[in-house]
């Protein structure tokens, strides 16, 4: 067996804005009984650790600076849970290509009218394609047609952008989805709501 080499010690991950890191003189601290203070740095850290807490930076760009006394674990948790949130909030609006030959048969476009119809639904575009192969770019018509009737078909999921383009032995249109717009929320409520029943008239003695 070969001798391990020596290696260094490895030092401690210094955590940023937390405790002894936090570089401000003094901080506006919060601690968990309500109470807020300015004070000077090392002694809203000395009071945060007498609670078994860590001082944390959570607005250093504030005059001054914000800390609040809190468990580290905790405070990287809720942050790794906000994170987590936006990332699902967030949608990246992608590109779906679909192709077509000029003399695609209408079982073949029906299907992947169905699939724009999806793509669109989820939020993304759809660029159609019209491949001409051979002497069918003597027929550039047939393709444009197809692709303006494409984009008609979409109608009311999907908005053309431009006229269809031709570039090379392709022909294509991109087509975005349309933004659907939901009720408003008195209307639906309205329509929840039960009709009133007309009140009777009063008996006479």
């Known amino acids: ?3 391990q080499r020596g290696l260094p010690p490895r030092r401690p991950r210094i955590r940023e804005n937390v405790n002894e890191a936090i570089r401000a003189k003094e901080v506006r601290a919060v601690f968990p009984d309500g109470s807020v203070e300015v004070m000077p740095t090392p002694a809203a850290v000395r009071r945060a ?3 078994g807490l860590d001082l944390i ?9 914000v ?6 674990g905790q405070w990287q948790y809720e942050q790794k849970k906000k994170q987590h949130e936006a990332k699902k909030k967030q949608h990246v609006i992608q590109v779906k290509e679909l192709k077509f030959r000029p ?7 029906e299907f992947k009218k169905n699939h724009a119809i999806r793509f669109l639904k989820d939020g993304n575009r759809v660029k159609a394609i ?13 393709g444009r047609n197809l692709l303006l009737r494409f984009a008609e078909d979409l109608n009311g999921v999907g908005l ?10 392709n022909a294509h249109v991109i087509i975005s989805p349309v933004k659907q717009s939901a009720p408003p929320k ?11 029943q007309p009140e009777s008239a009063p008996t006479q003695a």
């Open 130 to 142: 019209v491949q001409f192969r051979g002497r069918e770019i003597a027929h550039t018509d047939l």
């Open 103 to 109: 003399n695609t048969d209408d079982h073949d476009y």
């Open 1 to 3: 067996m070969y001798p």
């Open 49 to 51: 650790q007498d609670l």
């Open 57 to 65: 930076l959570i607005a250093p760009t504030a005059e001054p600076p």
């Open 67 to 72: 800390a609040k006394a809190m468990d580290y």
């Open 160 to 169: 053309i952008e431009g006229q269809p383009r031709l570039e090379g032995r």
């Open 186 to 196: 008195e209307k639906a409520e309205k329509q929840k709501a039960p009709s009133p």
